[in-house]
T-cell receptor
Framework: KAGVTQTPRYLIKTRGQQVTLSCSPI?????VSWYQQTPGQGLQFLFE???????NKGNFPGRFSGRQFSNSRSEMNVSTLELGDSALYLC????????????FGPGTRLTVL | GNSVTQMEGPVTLSEEAFLTINCTYT??????LFWYVQYPGEGLQLLLK?????DKGSNKGFEATYRKETTSFHLEKGSVQVSDSAVYFC????????FGKGTRLHILP
């Protein structure tokens, strides 16, 4: 069974641009969560989607948004990029929100210049 | 709110040494507890988990016991290998996963 895939793996943008990251969960998994990982703040929860609905949201500004499609694939979007948005963005999938175990993708490394 | 605190790294040990990485948590209710590992250039992998008090999670020689009375979930391994070099994250899950800051582990041959 294929694991969680994230595209692209690496991305370089400039301040003020916007970016869209994609995540394909493990087949059969319907819950997708997104995390931001930085050296200073560690791993921080962004949001969780289940059945195309956002169930939970972390403490990030409205520039960060996401969505989930009917096939459970998810995208996250960051508008008006800032230097501080440079990070590794990790996606994790699970069967459903009550599942204890989440499976992580390799991440997308975003660099904002 | 809920939180996870784990020991600061980096931790440097010689091969075959005994490992302990401390983790304590603050939570309302009884969350599930996890240790994740991140190898260089990779995403996170679940190492072990415990879903209720006194449960012991174990995998690949690593162990951790869910201690409600001390709100702890310390990670231990009796004999570490060079291949165990990675960053280890303690985490809890209530309605979302909350991670500790991570502990970088270096094992010297």
């Amino acid at each position: 069974k294929a694991g969680v895939t994230q595209t692209p793996r690496y991305l370089i943008k400039t301040r003020g641009q916007q970016v869209t990251l994609s995540c394909s969960p493990i087949s059969g998994h319907r819950s997708v969560s997104w995390y931001q990982q930085t050296p200073g703040q560690g791993l921080q929860f962004l949001f969780e989607y289940f059945s195309e609905t956002q169930r939970n949201k972390g403490n990030f500004p409205g520039r960060f948004s996401g969505r989930q499609f009917s096939n459970s694939r998810s995208e996250m979007n960051v508008s008006t990029l800032e230097l501080g948005d440079s990070a590794l963005y990790l996606c994790a999938s699970s069967l459903d929100p009550s599942s204890h175990e989440q499976f992580f993708g390799p991440g997308t490394r975003l660099t904002v210049l | 709110g809920n939180s996870v605190t784990q020991m600061e790294g980096p931790v440097t040990l010689s091969e075959e040494a005994f490992l302990t990485i401390n983790c304590t948590y603050t939570a309302t209710g009884y969350p599930s507890l996890f240790w994740y590992v991140q190898y260089p250039g990779e995403g996170l992998q679940l190492l072990l988990k415990a879903t209720k008090a006194d449960d012991k999670g174990s995998n690949k020689g690593f162990e951790a016991t869910y201690r409600k009375e001390t709100t702890s979930f310390h990670l231990e391994k009796g004999s570490v290998q060079v291949s165990d070099s990675a960053v280890y994250f303690c985490a809890l899950r209530d309605d979302k996963i909350i991670f500790g800051k991570g502990t970088r582990l270096h094992i010297l041959p």
